[in-house]
């Protein structure tokens, strides 16, 4: 039953005064608006129709940056103000379907009525009320539920160049996760690639336990970038309610760029790279809302897109120094035809020793150790320098390595269990004895 505040509540927001602005310039990105309050974050509705955000108040001069395209606003339009932040719906409902990167639904289909509105904003759970992340959470890829095994609240970075298989590796964990619940969100994905990822990679099975949050690359940048907070959002809300979620984010270093627009249009001066210091400053206050809560989990994979091939350009620096491990795609894997590319030698997960048995981990670092004695001698073995027998690791991992490439390798449609990547990985280890 309704409180009395609550049975009032329209009432009240009727009979509050409308007060409006206007806008006194429009430069780039950004809109100039004059003659009404607002605090940074605020949500305003420019010409009646285009919703922009503060980002930056100068001298009662508040600078936003609109939610929609800009043209037909000019000079004088008016401007009214939603006297919050933006708000988003949460809720059960949300599960198979598709939202924009402001959270209203892009499938042609009403809201559910269970939803609720909160804000997208929200504070990272304290430190010391966090649980540890002590349980392993299957993705269905051997080479890292056996390699670089991921824990339940973890959040791991998928690092590559552009054209690698972040993406395809990134549909291939969300159809075989065993996590309850899974928020995909793409930004500045191609158009082109949407209906592709949700009817070829995700299908239909996988779309019925998951919510899908996208703002593709032809959205102004504050819809990139909250696209981010919202699919977040959405995830902290299950967590909140107990449940072990999956979030993947594809792509991390989109959202910095998204970023970067947005803090050079409101006046920021560009430092490392072109990247205004509120770049540096958001990457934290976005990771550090996933992982393990009092209740619930949220389990954070984000792809993050090296420029060049670099992987110490400055947002994957930053990035790596953040999450809680990394998986390294290599480009020279995938121009050979090798699926997932992950190079597992440069690949690590921090929480590895917690969430895997003594056993396991024994094999898994015997498995790394004859493939990096095999990678030490590559180039003595192409000129015919290597005299077998100098290194029992090396020639181990050389008769091994059709078996090794054949337990790495696995086609996107193939779904492995833990279990059987455990056992594939001790059968492999076994034949190798000699």
Known sequence: MLTITEMMEPAIAAARP???GRVTSVVGLSVAVTGIDGAVGDLLIVNGRVPAEVVAIDHGKLTCL???PTEGISAGAVVTTTGGPLQIPVGFGLRGRVLDGLGRPMDGRPLPLDCAAVTVDAVPPNALHRKLVNESLPLGVRALDTLVPCGRGQRMGIFAGSGVGKSSLMSM???GTEAELTVVCLVGERGREVREFLEHDLGEEGLSRAIVVIATSDQPPLVRLRACFVATRIAEWFRDAGKDVLLLMDSLTRA????REVGLSAGEPPATRGYPPSTFAMLPRLLERAGPGPVGSITGLYTVLVEGDDHNEPIADAAR???????VLDRRLATTGHFPSIDVLESISRVAGAVTTPAQRAAANELRRIMAAGREIRELVEIGAYVPGTNPDADRGRALQPRIDAFLRQDMTDQSSAYDAWMALATLLSEGDV
């Open 18 to 20: 409308l007060v409006s």
């Open 66 to 68: 609109p939610l929609g």
């Open 173 to 175: 964990i969300t159809r």
């Open 256 to 259: 910095a760029m998204a970023q």
């Open 321 to 327: 120094s953040i999450l809680d491990g990394h998986i």
